[in-house]
């Protein structure tokens, strides 16, 4: 078990505090942050996925110490305290509900219950790591995320959870897709690229030119503060960094040099598509609802799947509430979900194929660019209300 005695932390003075940390507990659980500064979620992008940490041993000239650790993290905020890209793509958002006065109970109580139900949560967690140890050698992905060995994890382990097969990557998908657009309304620099290529496919000039032109996108305030880049420099530094959550959203980077030792950046916005009438997606089979494996076999849940019905609803992760507007969706290619959606469809065989889940071949398109299945996880708004009726009578 963790040897930890604090089960939640305050964030660490410096990095060698942190890795001090990490090589002392299992798991690092950092509460009540209302900010992560830079430095800091670095060291936890790194710690989340293996890093190490190298200094000078106490007592000593030349004699080195070195802390290598990696170990899952807990971050708990009222704030939106992730923005930064490399940590918010290694990340799961979670925002919890707030619990009604009158559904409260004393801490005795919780603890009571939760004594009570441990015996069953633990085994229900051995029967899925049981499972999952069976199948990971045999799980194979069309497409990886960015934790590529926890989605691997998840889905062999599915057979053994309580949703269907194939679920959990649709509902990681709309996840991710949640921290892209998190992590580009909080960027200046990448929300003044996407107002710069609003009504155009492309642009190309240089940092300074690229400075210059985002200058008309932003307000004086906003160019006055801390957080927007002083020198053409610092502006493709910060271009390169949100280059990953732009190309899903929709815009490729590219840094082309010059003979004349300058750095012409490209921007071009992949056009969309939409055609004239949405085709009727076609009912999910069972290979489409139960993972495959690279040894033949298929995964298959309690009972197995009427593939006469619809395909079933994927699972909610504890960052979504139970609605239509943030609920689990099916994706083609890389999902999103959030706020008013775009109403602009695409034909899903016209790039990334239809919809690993349901075959479905109709889109809407996220604020962030990305591609949701409409069949799957329809966008509420009245247009599409009132389009649904007509098509019922």
Known sequence: MDPATAPVRTTPRDE????IA???????????????????????????TGGGFATRALYSDSDEVIFAATRPLALNGIDEVVSRHDLLDRALILNLPPIPEERRRPEETFWREFEDARPRI?????????????????????????????????????????????????????????????????????????E?????????????????????????????????PRS????????????????TAGID??????RAKQRIITLRQRMQTTPPTPPTPPKATQAQLNPVFEDGGVGGGVG??????????????????????????????????????????????????????CSGGRFWISRAGSRICEACHPPESESLVARREVLAR
């Open 304 to 357: 197995g799947v009427d593939v006469s019905t619809p395909p079933p609803t994927p699972p909610i992760l504890p960052t979504q509430k139970p609605s239509v507007e943030a609920g689990s969706a099916c994706v083609g290619g890389v999902g999103g979900v959030g706020g008013v959606l775009s109403h602009s469809y695409l034909d899903g065989a016209a790039e990334t194929g239809p919809c690993p889940v």
């Open 196 to 228: 710069l290529l609003t009504g155009r496919e492309v642009w190309s000039g240089t940092a300074t030119e690229l400075l210059e032109a985002l200058e008309e996108y932003t307000t004086d305030r906003q160019r006055n503060g801390r957080t927007w």
């Open 122 to 194: 633990l085994g229900a967690l051995l029967d899925a790591v049981a499972e999952g140890l069976k199948n990971v050698n045999h799980v194979k992905l069309d497409r990886l995320p960015r934790m590529a060995d926890f989605a691997r994890w998840v889905v062999a382990c599915e057979p053994a959870l309580p949703w269907e097969p194939g679920a959990f990557m649709g509902a990681y998908a709309a996840n991710r897709a949640e921290a892209v657009d998190l992590a580009l309304e909080s960027d200046l620099v990448a929300s003044a690229i996407r």
């Open 232 to 247: 053409a420099r610092g502006l493709a530094g910060r271009v390169r960094r949100a280059a990953t959550f732009l190309r």
């Open 16 to 19: 060698r505090d942190l890795m």
């Open 253 to 258: 980077v590219e840094f082309t040099p010059t």
């Open 22 to 48: 990490a090589t002392n507990a299992w798991v690092l659980a950092f509460d009540n942050l209302s900010t992560i500064p830079a430095w800091l979620s670095d060291a936890l992008s790194r710690i989340a």
